[in-house]
T-cell receptor, first 112, second 116 residues
Framework: GQQLNQSPQSMFIQEGEDVSMNCTSS?????WLWYKQDPGEGPVLLIA?????ELTSNGRLTAQFGITRKDSFLNISASIPSDVGIYFCAGPVYYNTDKLIFGTGTRLQVFP | DAGVIQSPRHEVTEMGQEVTLRCKPISGHDYLFWYRQTMMRGLELLIYFNNNVPIDDSGMPEDRFSAKMPNASFSTLKIQPSEPRDSAVYFC??????????????FGPGTRLTVT
């Protein structure tokens, strides 16, 4: 079945550093979504990507839809303590696009 | 507009008891999803509704779980009887594909369930 693998699993960085994470799949996706989950809260949608090659920004966040349609990338520039959380990628299941499959998550810790 | 509302935020119950989780989707959204999140299995879709009708319940773990959506602004997820392995965070999410963003789901704050 479809799976979304995220790397790295966790990151420990210093405030002010840039962050890069990715999401890969063995199958093609026509949409990529990036969510952030703060501790004790539900996932919050950050960015949605609908076209291969698309590059979209949301403040300090930039996400890209990979050309192969099998991957996506999320970058965070100049990290701050409130960037702490778990970042999930997600995409629609091929056989039922009402449903999303979520990646394994990247846990980000930012030290002052 | 208010986001997805879930209640209670925390629930602690004893094994064998009935548990009911509640969700109010974003007004105007016609899709509602129930997820479960655990460390071992991540975010799993349990069931989803379209226009109050259950469409896919293939993720519901067993007959002890049931979900209803009696109207467009309310849904429940019930576990009866509850077991310790049901301990998890349960999320409700809603979406509105007809508004041009087909896959964007918006999550509630979750209910943390502990079954002792």
């Amino acid at each position: 079945g479809q799976q979304l693998n995220q790397s790295p699993q966790s990151m420990f960085i210093q405030e002010g550093e840039d962050v890069s994470m990715n999401c890969t799949s063995s199958s093609i996706f026509n949409t990529w979504l990036w969510y952030k989950q703060d501790p004790g809260e539900g996932p919050v949608l950050l960015i949605a990507l609908y076209k291969a090659g698309e590059l979209t920004s949301n403040g300090r966040l930039t996400a890209q839809f990979g050309i192969t349609r099998k991957d996506s990338f999320l970058n965070i520039s100049a990290s701050i303590p409130s960037d702490v959380g778990i970042y999930f990628c997600a995409g629609p299941v091929y056989y039922n696009t009402d449903k999303l499959i979520f990646g394994t998550g990247t846990r980000l810790q930012v030290f002052p | 507009d208010a986001g997805v509302i879930q209640s209670p935020r925390h629930e602690v119950t004893e094994m064998g008891q009935e548990v009911t989780l509640r969700c109010k989707p974003i007004s105007g959204h016609d899709y509602l999803f129930w997820y479960r999140q655990t460390m071992m299995r991540g975010l799993e879709l349990l069931i989803y509704f379209n226009n109050n009708v259950p469409i896919d319940d293939s993720g519901m773990p067993e007959d002890r779980f049931s979900a209803k959506m009696p109207n467009a602004s309310f849904s429940t997820l019930k576990i009866q009887p509850s077991e310790p392995r049901d301990s998890a965070v349960y999320f409700c999410a809603s979406s509105s594909p007809g508004q041009g963003f087909p896959y964007e789901q918006y999550f509630g704050p979750g209910t943390r369930l502990t079954v002792t």
